[in-house]
């Protein structure tokens, strides 16, 4: 038990208000609205939290500023947490589907509802309060804790590098809490220790000088068709990608870690019909299926547009194709390095007239599965919530290569969002337990941590 349980418990009305109070402030980055005033709320929030806080900028007073949040340990100071998180939200839309309006953050029976309520002010503020809790029933914290809290992570983190590398010594840390965790339907939080990497390229193929007609097909070669061509070369049926030395660098799995894959639960037909498939690419089955979630490269058609696609007929010979491709990276693949094979694979096969566009790039993390503070956190999820599972890798992509490159610490996922808290979507959601469960376990984890 954490010496911050009872508070948790007798305080919980207070963190559903400051989370009520920064639902309330919209900060949607991919509109750029509200953004400095939400990061001088979380500054303010923190502040009277006891936690010293500051706005940070870059050169360019046109990037999102961060939040910066610091408290010392009386007790510890040899020993430091950092807490990333970020206070930026999805765009509300579609507003029709909301059965309330999104930034109320409106409470019924055991939900908070709102934009952000879950992804991620409802994290932030289990983070926040877990430091408030510990400074009035001890007036110390039982480690340093520092706060790194983003405003463009809903649209790619794109200065997070940046502001990493420009206040690196403030951030100095020995282990990072990431700014998500999933809880599943048991109740069972999800320890993560990884996120894939990214390499996100448009391919595009030039034909005629404008759209002809399509009778001219039988003597001008169609765009459409180089990249389909062009594309079949790149992966085969199984999902294998098919470009030289494409695999060269991948991290082969532990003995651990594999047997951590193994014993990781996962329904497949409950997630074929939530899918509606029922088979996995290259027929995956049970371990295997779970290794291609935290472990396989992919090579994934995202959009692909060309010619006509209007209702009814058009007989046109476009003059332009492109398709966008994301291929997933694991550790330790490098994305410049592999940008470098797509182009010589498309030069060798044929295809140099193919214009490859670089849209992002981001490699993958991972921590180790025999770092002691992957205990610590197992061990408070455990003591919290009754159970956990670890998983080696989320098979999403989040900049935690860039917290490993700058800050060298490791990081870890656990958090409060219930699985299917429809974050991104109307009705988002927090659930209250899981508010304070979770805040009893990020105090546990600074217990832990702070033995070393
Ligand atoms: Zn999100």
Known sequence: MSAINALVDSEMDGLISDLQTLIRQPSVSAKKQGLMECANLVAQIMRKAGINSEVLYLDDKTVAPAVYGEVKSKSNPGRTILFYNH??????EPLELWESEPFSGKVEGNYVFGRGSADDKGELITRIKAVEYFLKKTGDVPCNVKFMVEGEEEVGSVHIDQYLTRYKEKLKCDGVIWEFGYVDAKDRPIISLGMKGLLYVELIAKG???DAHSSLAVLIENPAWRLVYALSTMRDSDGKVLIKDWYKEVRPFTDQELSVIG???????????????DRFVAGAKGTDAKKALVGMPTCNIAGFNSGYIGEGAKTVLPSQAMVKIDFRLVPDMVPEKQLERLKSHLKEHGFSDIEVKLIHGEAAARTAINDPFVKQVEQAAKETFGSAITSVSSAGTGPMYSFV???????????????FARIHSPNEFAKIDLLNKTTKCIGRIMEKFSSG
Request: proline share 10%; aromatic share 12%.
């Open 87 to 92: 206070y930026d939200v999805q765009p509300e």
């Open 263 to 277: 014993s990781e639960p996962f329904d497949e037909q409950e997630f074929k019909q939530e899918y509606g498939v």
């Open 405 to 419: 490159k700058v800050l060298h610490a490791p990081c870890i996922s656990i958090g409060s969002t219930y699985m």
């Open 208 to 210: 005629p000088a404008r």
